[in-house]
């Protein structure tokens, strides 16, 4: 019980002390994937405890190459650092659904849903 308490405080001094936010999910995309069509975006973040959000958002993209859609995946999850040097998770891809296009190997319909960790009241 002491190893799973004292990893708990580690987890939340962790996210206390980095002031760093995940980055916005459309500008990302944008950059991660020039010139695909912009996905449908739904946002079902909700509060946690205390001054704690928890920000989930579902991208759905039509059609789009799955490898593109591992690849925003893999850039959001990115570690972020903020000015001081702290550092703490990214964005945790929490589910992916796919549905094949026909005809289209290895492109379709992709769902991300993406979690982070934020204070109230930040993005």
Known sequence: VRAEVAAYEAARTLFET?????????????????????????????????????????????????????ALAVAAGQPLRDAAGNERPGWRLSSCVIRPAPGQPGSGRVVLTLDALVRNGNR
């Open 18 to 70: 980095c002031q760093a936010e995940p980055p916005l999910l459309l500008p990302l995309v944008a950059k991660c994937l020039p010139g695909a069509t912009a996905p449908e975006l739904r946002d079902l973040s909700e509060a946690g405890a205390g001054a704690w959000q928890r920000r989930r958002h579902e991208l759905s993209f039509d059609p789009i190459a799955a490898a593109d859609a591992f």
